[in-house]
């Protein structure tokens, strides 16, 4: 629209940050699905896929806030969301930005709303050296945020005045640029999922022979995770992360630090090698979030990796078991996803911790095939040898890839 004038406005002069009481979450049944009697329990996240509290559990001082942008000021920092339903904020690792201009709450959309929420998260999800600045009154007050406007006429509506002309929001501006990022967003995002879909189709046809040969043999052999894997802390370093070079790419001479997170196979970052991170730098492993919020999500390394804390290495205990790993790496996937069924487990909002205890005493069920005197086996019970169902493991992961992607395809709609 040849018409639309960006002006330039302090974000202090259009909302302010607004705190809430705090709950125990732990106390409360939260649930995945919203309907009218239940209210959006807004985390610090930057998901924005938030649980949902019955209205008639919440404390009478908690405040309940609609129609209405998030910020982040931990965790997740500088991530906006906009919530059009009801919320609150019962950890107070987020701020509520309140509308101080009435005639601008009145006139902006939700479209509006996404396209700030968009801007704000540019303004303050910058980071240096891994670590993002802190969100906070003074900070936020004096950013400025650049906004498309249109001059109106003397005796229209409007929300700005400044030397005796007139200014509202370009509503149908915001809104045609968002919907054609939207679009562009989808194209590009489905497009992705289809390459995906037909790498793991290709891949999954040289194993489907396999798959058909062996699943009338199978044998289901249940194990003790202790019997398998050990699980230690080998990986973890002992210098602190805001002492170290964190590169947000993986750069020639860095390893991957991974911690408890369900992004980028768990890595948060690339660091410098020193010495120690010499000495401790694992591949060819598995990796377990231990604690916080993502705790039990597993992942395959295959490259160099080490960790700042929140994480454990998982590690094959039996040599022949290790061996038929590397030669096989798509076991190494498979297991990841059998162990992160077994562990990732959310209790009223809250991800249960992983002791060595809980580890070793849990059990898993594999399918394994019977195979002949002076073969090479795994394990040997009563007189007969048993190795995993390459082919067969091989095939069934990925089907789960292929049929994971056609969903997503099939399902997807990007969200503001």
Known sequence: MKNVIWKAYKLGN??????????????????????????????????????????????????????????????????????????????????????????????????????????????????VFGWSYKVNDERFTREIIMLPCLEVAEGEDYIWEENG????????????????????????????????RAKYEAERAKYEAGYEREKSLLVWKGFKLGELFDFSGNHIIKSQIKNLTVYDEYEPGTVGNVTASKENNGIVGYITETDEIMAKKKKHILTIASDAAYAGICYYQKDYVVSTGHNKMIDLAIPEMKKLFEKEELLYSFMAKMLTKIFCKTFYGFSKSITEDDFYKNFIMLPCLEVAEGEDYIWEENGKHYTL????????YLSGRVNKNQKLIDTYSYQY
């Open 14 to 127: 259009l909302f302010e940050l607004t705190s809430s009481g705090t709950i125990a979450l732990k106390n409360y049944t939260l649930f995945d699905d919203y309907n009218e009697k239940r209210v959006e329990v807004v985390t610090s996240s930057k998901d924005n896929n938030n649980q949902f509290l019955d209205l008639d559990d919440l404390p009478k001082n908690i405040p309940v806030f609609s129609n209405a942008l998030t910020i982040n000021r931990n965790g997740s920092i500088g991530y906006c969301f906009y919530h059009n339903d009801k919320f609150i904020i019962p950890t107070g690792d987020s701020y509520v930005l309140t509308c101080l201009n009435e005639r601008f709450k009145k006139y902006a959309d939700e479209s509006s709303y996404h396209f700030l929420s968009i801007l704000i998260t540019h303004i303050f999800t910058s980071e």
């Open 165 to 196: 002309k007139h200014y509202t929001l370009a509503v149908e501006y915001i809104k045609k640029l968002m919907d054609q990022a939207k679009e562009l967003r989808e194209q590009k995002t489905i497009r992705l999922y289809e390459a995906e």
């Open 389 to 396: 169902a390459v082919e067969y493991i091989s095939y069934i």
